[in-house]
């Protein structure tokens, strides 16, 4: 066969008029390549483009661990043909697997004979998009089987079906068959588990490049989790007759799914603390009205990233730049294949769905916003605390019930001026938006854009305080050595003493400010001598009321610069009530209403007390959005020992202290309640240590829970044993907690 025959028997060929053909042909220049030589490298210009003559080349995609490889191109087949056609530059490697002949065809040559051939436009387009969506399969392929041979990964691959669940869409559910083994091409897919009540809960996220339902293939089983698509997702199957074809023919595959089964029964077991790295991509979109410029905002996020996180943005005019916006199946896929890679290489990924800049107009349409949309997990809606609250109409049209593939998962960042003391009015921007997390900022805060931008990566530092009375106030030494160290604290949660220290740091209080409100509270006002006829509580509860009123009336919850949590025990339930939001002096009240000593609180027609009843250390709640979780224990030596057969009489005691004797050392009765109290939630309290990065118990079992008067003591107690196990901690196991920009 000639050259000639060759080149017209190229797909590229294939339905051109025959003067376009012979144009192209008359222009071609024959080169040729050594084994090993390079025909062009990733980055560099698309000045010309080839078709394969003699001998094959590899396509190969630099990365951090080793050279991954695309795709094989053979005789007749084109190469360069992409960035040539799209504009922008090469998005790979391209080089000899053994000598080459090649036909070399220069852009302008090119470009002239395309404008004047729809035919052969169409034809390239039509190439294009085989081929990206050829490289997007053969790059999941190589994922769980590893570098393949030439012959054996075209098997592969020839042997997979396409498969595209829309987002929230079912892949299999627990108990289907398990009849072929899927791939991840594009999309992240969710693992889900049903709790006792039948609510389906995420476990686990499967992305591009991982298999799912590789154990029920191989055992012949049904399906043990049902799966679910968190955004739209491509995938391939491989049925269960493929898969015995491909095991008789290449037995040696099946040691990629067996490196996989493997990685994963570690990573279950705990035999490995690697983690996988996860694209987050979020869309980001203006919320309200008269919001600033969201690229610099974003950008400001990406810049206050930890230093192990790499993030990016995706805005319209970097699509523009890289590829031509002709709205081809070939520019889609273009697109959708760029996208892929970006979210290979990075941990968050920021989708601009709205163009900024006026040169930016021309991709600033549905199509655009409709590809951002489809390929974010989540919505990132940002505000100005300036806005009225009231949905814009990009919200308005993506909020509808109809609207399936706009995402579910929305956060909201709402930005305030540098001077503001508290946020205010945080409702008016979460209602009607269906918001799952939000976040305050300052204008100009790099602190407050970091803590934003760790807890949009899954890099944030959480901290959980326990109750305990006056033993809590050395949860203040805590914040102040954390503070001194520069470890960050994302999001706090606490219950009684605890959730007061919790939400005085949400509210911006410095541990200098901390004490001295404490003091005004618990030493000033003294709510614990305002005796009350024991019918309901042995104190009255007016006084627990101001001075929460005092300290907390003029906050709502939503409104604290770090995200907050505390408990109450709703004893009409006998249930746990969590307090995310609403009035925060009333959750206070409710947290900190000891049992018996004062007035239980009416909360939403229900009667509450100390959530220390049955959750007193709560990083249980902050865990799953702590990448490193801190608690902080007073309470952990519950145990009231009396020496003597019998309780003494309280008159003779008093008597004793009044004559200035030494009376029998004996647990009083705020100690007793404490201590039962507490010792419903003490085996909880551990299982919390258990799963916290670490686990603090300041020295103050000495330190009675009224005993205030003492609390800069306390205080001092707590920052000077966190320095010491900060210390330690360093010295001797070379881990210490995260700390700045480097979580």
Not at 143 to 160: A, H, T
Not at 378 to 388: F, M, P, Q, Y
Request: include cysteine; charge should be negative; hydrophobic fraction near 40%.
């Amino acid at each position: 066969m000639t050259y000639e025959s060759t080149l017209r028997a190229s797909s590229l060929f294939h339905g051109i008029e025959a003067a376009a053909a012979d144009s192209l042909l008359k222009r071609a220049d024959v080169c040729c390549l050594e084994k090993g030589d390079l025909l062009f490298q990733e980055g560099s210009d698309a000045d010309f483009m080839c078709i394969v003559l003699e001998g094959t080349l590899e396509v190969v995609m630099a990365s951090p661990q080793a050279d991954r490889r695309l795709g094989i191109v053979g005789p007749g087949d084109p190469v360069g043909e992409m960035a040539l056609l799209l504009g922008g530059t090469r998005s790979a490697t391209v080089r000899a697997l053994d000598p080459v002949v090649l036909a070399r065809f220069d852009r302008a040559q090119v470009g002239a004979i395309v404008e004047s051939s729809p035919a052969l436009r169409a034809a390239l387009e039509a190439v294009i998009h085989q081929r990206l969506e050829r490289n997007r399969i053969t790059q999941a392929v190589q994922g769980l089987f590893g570098d393949l041979e030439p012959e054996v990964l075209r098997y592969v691959v020839d042997q997979l079906e396409p498969v595209v669940v829309e987002r929230n869409g079912y892949l299999f559910r627990k108990g289907d068959p398990g009849d072929a083994l899927y791939l991840v091409v594009s999309g992240s897919m969710e693992v889900l588990a049903e709790d006792s009540d039948g609510t389906e809960r995420v476990i686990a996220h499967v992305r591009r490049g991982e298999p799912i339902g590789e154990m029920a293939l191989l055992a012949g089983d049904q399906r043990g989790a049902s799966i679910r698509a968190g955004r739209r997702s491509e995938l391939v199957a491989l049925s269960r007759t493929a898969f015995e074809r491909l095991s008789l023919r290449y037995p040696h595959v099946l040691m990629g799914i067996t490196r996989i089964l493997v990685a994963r029964f570690r990573a279950v077991s705990g035999q490995t603390s690697e983690s996988t790295r996860l694209c987050r991509s979020y869309a980001v979109l203006a919320s309200g009205n008269g919001f600033p410029d969201l690229t610099s905002v974003v950008q400001t996020i990406v810049d206050s990233m930890p230093d192990t996180v790499r993030a990016t943005v995706i805005s319209p005019g970097l699509a523009r730049r890289l590829v031509s916006p002709s709205g081809t199946n070939a520019v889609s896929a273009a697109l959708e294949s760029w996208i892929d890679e970006v979210e290979s290489r990075h941990d968050v990924v920021f989708f601009l769905p709205r163009a900024t800049e006026r040169e930016d107009a021309e991709l600033e349409d549905a199509a655009w916003q409709s590809l951002c949309l489809r390929r974010c997990d989540e919505l990132l809606l940002c505000a100005h605390s300036a806005g009225d609250g009231a949905l814009n109409e990009i919200e308005q049209h993506l909020f509808r019930p109809e609207e399936v593939d706009t995402p579910s998962l929305r956060r909201l960042l709402i930005l305030h001026d540098a001077d503001i003391d508290v946020p205010r009015f945080t409702l008016k921007f979460l209602t009607g938006r269906g918001v799952t997390k939000h976040y305050h900022a300052r204008t100009g805060s790099t602190s407050d854009m970091a803590r934003v931008a760790r807890l949009l990566t899954g890099k944030a530092v959480g901290l959980a305080f326990g109750g305990g009375g006056a033993k809590g106030i050395a949860h203040v030494g805590v914040i102040r050595a954390l503070t001194e160290r520069g470890i960050p604290i994302d999001t706090v949660a606490g219950t009684s003493m605890g959730a007061i220290i919790a939400a005085l740091y949400g509210a911006g209080y410095t541990p200098d400010q901390m004490i001295a409100q404490i003091v005004k509270m618990f030493v000033d006002l003294n709510p614990f001598n305002e005796y009350t006829l024991p019918l309901f509580s042995l104190l009255g509860g007016k006084k627990p009321e101001l001075a929460s009123l005092q300290t907390f009336g003029r906050f709502q919850i939503e409104d604290l610069w770090t995200p907050f949590a505390c408990t109450s025990s709703n004893i009409s339930r006998q249930t746990l009530t969590v307090h995310r939001s609403g009035s925060l002096s009333k959750a206070i009240l409710a947290t900190t209403a000891l049992p018996g000593i004062t007035v239980p609180i009416i909360y939403e027609g229900e009667i509450h007390v100390d959530g220390g009843v049955i959750n007193n250390l709560p990083g249980d709640l902050i865990r799953e959005e702590s990448a490193y979780l801190i608690t902080c224990d007073v309470n952990t030596s519950q145990y009231v020992t009396l020496q003597s057969k019998r309780y003494p009489s309280p008159w003779r005691s008093l008597i004793q202290r009044t004559q200035r004797e030494h009376p029998v050392p004996a647990p009083r009765i705020g100690t007793i309640l404490n201590a039962a109290m507490s010792a419903g939630s003490m085996h909880a309290a551990a299982r919390v240590r258990e799963i916290s990065d670490l686990a603090l118990t300041p020295p103050v079992t000495d330190v009675g829970i009224l005993d205030f008067k003492r609390a800069v003591e306390i205080e001092q107690r707590g920052y000077e044993y966190t320095l010491r196990v900060l210390d330690e901690r360093e010295q001797n196991a070379g881990v210490a907690p995260p700390a700045g920009s480097t979580v």
